[in-house]
């Protein structure tokens, strides 16, 4: 049965994901043949830096718009079919609560993961262009030297981590559906500022955790190359794991207690 709820779950979302995503790629290929391939970088530097400001900076608007939206998706179907009137239909299913749970976390995890690939796929498509290859070529060695790995390894690297962390982002947003749904009067509202709050709050513990594991930013930070660099970001997405694991472990206890000691549907 789980399997189904995944299943039903995924064919229910995927009309209206693959059509954004799919307008993403294009963009970037659009992006990659009509902009990033004309680059010239001999051209002089202030033109060139403009330009390519305000390509990244539109460019970060696109993928934190693509990155909302999944989100959003996520958390809609989560509460359209737990919490409003559909939850009705839903819960006389022959399903436990924890199997309606896991059921969401494996399709928003994967609908989280598929977000992000294509997004690094974009990306790709944005930075393989002979020109822009050539030129970092020039570069290549001393970023490398900086980061102590190539920038390709360090890439794959950002990216399985972001995988990783997929898990923690849609637990969190079923916390916070699930906190709303304390308040029957401001269900959404409350959510939201359960969103911030909880949000707020983990920056703050992270400063923290970064600061007792000798890895907040600050002198030997500017000062790292090679080696160094490569200490001291193992050690903040170290930092970063525990207290991601820490929060998924406390959210998903209180989710899976509100959905069954809670629940009181529209």
Same mark, same amino acid.
């Given at each position: ?6 299943? %039903? ?25 009509? *902009? ?22 539109? %460019? ?18 989560? #509460? =359209? ?8 239909? $839903? ?38 262009? =002979?020109?822009?290859?050539?030129? *970092? ?14 920038? $390709? ?20 947003? *079923? /916390? ?28 703050? /513990? ?12 600050? #002198?030997?930070? %500017? ?8 200490? #001291? ?18 959210? *998903?206890?209180?989710?899976? %207690?509100?959905? =069954? =000691? ?5």
């Amino acid at each position: 049965m789980l399997g189904k709820l995944i299943k %039903y779950d995924l064919q229910a979302a995927s009309r209206i994901f693959i059509l954004i995503h799919g307008i993403y790629i294009l963009i970037c290929l659009a992006a990659r043949f009509f *902009y990033m391939d004309k680059l010239n970088f001999d051209n002089p530097t202030e033109l060139l830096v403009t330009s390519l400001a305000l390509f990244m900076i539109l %460019y970060i608007v696109l993928i934190s718009a693509l990155g909302i939206f999944t989100s959003l998706q996520i958390a809609f179907r989560f #509460y =359209k079919n737990l919490f409003s009137r559909e939850g009705y239909l $839903s819960w006389t299913l022959p399903v436990s609560g924890v199997q309606h749970l896991w059921g969401k976390l494996i399709s928003g995890y994967i609908l989280l993961v598929i977000d992000a690939t294509v997004i690094a796929a974009g990306i790709l498509i944005l930075v393989t262009g =002979k020109n822009v290859t050539d030129a *970092y070529s020039v570069i290549a060695d001393s970023v490398t030297n900086e980061l102590g790995m190539t920038i $390709s390894s360090f890439g794959l690297f950002v990216y399985l981590f972001v995988l990783v962390s997929c898990i923690s982002s849609v637990v969190m947003i *079923y /916390f916070c559906i699930a906190v709303g749904q304390l308040f029957p009067g401001h269900r959404v509202l409350c959510a939201i500022a359960a969103y911030f709050i909880t949000s707020f709050v983990i920056q703050i /513990f992270s400063l923290l955790l970064m600061a007792l594991m000798g890895c907040f930013p600050g #002198y030997e930070f %500017y000062q790292s190359k090679g080696a160094a660099m490569t200490v #001291y970001m193992s050690k903040l997405f170290l930092a970063s794991a525990i207290l991601m694991l820490l929060i998924l472990v406390i959210q *998903y206890i209180a989710t899976h %207690y509100i959905m =069954k =000691k809670k629940i009181d549907l529209l």
